[in-house]
């Protein structure tokens, strides 16, 4: 009864020893017997292809632009490397290769630029893949990344210039026509108008209503204004005679509006300096 117990015993120690064994010379022993079942990438002939990075991050990106970044493929193998081609993912990313420069003799470079639009694209984290398809003896198909924090944008034609032609037609309408209809006053001022006038600092092109260059008018210059528009500028003319959106009820509501504006900012400017007495600071004459 003792010897089996025994051998037993002996036969797990052995084991566990063997384990012991093992796991001790896991870490190295694996290691060199990887790489000795792998050719090691340096030793490859023939042509390789090396990117001077793989991803590239544009951090914040605003929306309604298209920022741009440029890629170096090097050949860096024994042989010529011939770029078959680089797809991007997405439409929304366009990449740029000069096609006379697709075979690289060892040593040379091309660029790849590549362009992602924003335009129209959800705020947050967004990835794109190119894939660079090749000769190369490192991978025929290797993957570039761009990656980009995309946040809502406070311009809503970043980039390109506007033109004021069809302002009032087609997609343009959404933002510069349909919130205002049938309204008046006030609200009508804030959807068809206040889309261009305000804050400098949020790239309006026309001036705050309580600024001087909007308020020094008459009543009788402001309905010219808005009805017939200022030539050669971006201030759109609104009268239905001119194919505008607006009748002549309408651009009356706006210039009541202004009016009653004007009175306020003139009440409230009196009040200032009067209460501001002799210690004058200068600020009576501003236009808040
Ligand atoms: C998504 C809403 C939106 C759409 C759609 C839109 N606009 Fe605008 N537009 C704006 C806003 C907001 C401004 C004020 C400037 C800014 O924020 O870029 C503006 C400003 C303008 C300006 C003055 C630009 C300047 O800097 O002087 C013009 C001209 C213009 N838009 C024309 C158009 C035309 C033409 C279309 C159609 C092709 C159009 N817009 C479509 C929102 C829009
Ligand atoms: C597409 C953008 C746009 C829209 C929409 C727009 N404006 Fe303008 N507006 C401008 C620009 C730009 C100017 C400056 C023109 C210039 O160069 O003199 C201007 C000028 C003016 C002026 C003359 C004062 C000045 O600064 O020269 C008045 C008044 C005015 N706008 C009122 C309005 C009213 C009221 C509305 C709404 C019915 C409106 N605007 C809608 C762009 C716009």
Same mark, same amino acid.
């Given at each position: 009864?003792?010897?089996?117990?025994?051998?037993?015993?002996?036969?797990?120690?052995?084991?566990?020893?063997?384990?012991?064994?093992? &796991?001790?010379?896991?870490?190295?022993?694996?290691?060199?017997?990887?790489?000795?079942?792998?050719?090691?990438?340096?030793?490859?002939?023939?042509?390789?292809?090396?990117?001077?990075?793989?991803?590239?991050?544009?951090?914040?990106?605003?929306?309604?632009?298209?920022?741009?970044?440029?890629?170096?493929?090097?050949?860096?193998?024994? #042989?010529?490397?011939?770029?078959?081609?680089?797809?991007?993912?997405?439409?929304?990313?366009?990449?740029?290769? #000069?096609?006379?420069?697709?075979?690289?003799?060892?040593?040379?470079? &091309?660029?790849?630029?590549?362009?992602?639009?924003?335009?129209?694209?959800?705020?947050?984290?967004?990835?794109?893949?190119?894939?660079?398809?090749?000769?190369? &003896?490192?991978?025929?198909?290797?993957?570039?990344?761009?990656?980009?924090?995309?946040?809502?944008?406070?311009?809503?034609?970043?980039? =390109?210039?506007?033109?004021?032609? !069809?302002?009032?037609?087609?997609?343009?309408?959404?933002?510069?026509?349909?919130?205002?209809?049938?309204?008046?006053?006030?609200?009508?001022?804030? $959807? #068809?108008?206040?889309?261009?006038?305000?804050?400098?600092?949020?790239?309006?092109?026309?001036?705050?209503?309580?600024?001087?260059?909007?308020?020094?008018?008459?009543?009788?210059?402001?309905?010219?204004?808005?009805?017939?528009?200022?030539?050669?500028?971006?201030?759109?003319?609104?009268?239905?005679?001119?194919? !505008?959106?607006?009748?002549?009820?309408?651009?009356?509501?706006?210039?009541?509006?202004? =009016? $009653?504006?004007?009175?306020?900012?003139?009440?409230?400017?009196?009040?200032?300096?009067?209460? !501001?007495? !002799?210690?004058?600071?200068?600020?009576?004459?501003?236009?808040?």
């Amino acid at each position: 009864m003792k010897r089996p117990i025994s051998i037993l015993v002996a036969a797990f120690a052995l084991f566990a020893a063997f384990l012991a064994l093992e &796991v001790s010379t896991d870490s190295i022993g694996m290691r060199s017997a990887v790489a000795g079942l792998f050719v090691p990438q340096d030793t490859l002939k023939g042509p390789k292809i090396e990117f001077n990075e793989e991803v590239h991050n544009f951090g914040k990106i605003e929306q309604n632009t298209s920022p741009t970044t440029t890629f170096m493929i090097k050949s860096v193998g024994t #042989d010529t490397l011939e770029i078959v081609s680089a797809n991007p993912s997405c439409g929304c990313t366009a990449v740029l290769l #000069d096609p006379a420069k697709k075979r690289l003799a060892p040593g040379q470079s &091309v660029e790849l630029k590549v362009t992602f639009d924003a335009h129209n694209k959800a705020p947050g984290n967004m990835t794109k893949v190119i894939t660079v398809s090749s000769n190369a &003896v490192n991978g025929a198909q290797r993957q570039l990344r761009i990656t980009g924090d995309i946040f809502k944008s406070t311009v809503a034609h970043a980039g =390109s210039a506007m033109s004021i032609q !069809g302002v009032f037609e087609g997609s343009c309408a959404s933002c510069h026509v349909e919130k205002g209809k049938g309204e008046l006053g006030a609200k009508l001022y804030e $959807a #068809d108008c206040a889309v261009c006038h305000g804050d400098a600092k949020e790239h309006k092109p026309g001036a705050d209503i309580a600024s001087d260059a909007m308020m020094n008018y008459e009543p009788s210059e402001w309905k010219k204004i808005i009805a017939d528009g200022v030539p050669n500028s971006n201030m759109p003319a609104f009268h239905t005679k001119h194919k !505008g959106p607006l009748n002549d009820e309408e651009i009356a509501s706006l210039v009541d509006y202004m =009016s $009653a504006f004007k009175k306020n900012l003139m009440r409230e400017r009196q009040m200032k300096s009067l209460n !501001g007495g !002799g210690a004058s600071t200068g600020t009576s004459n501003t236009h808040k």
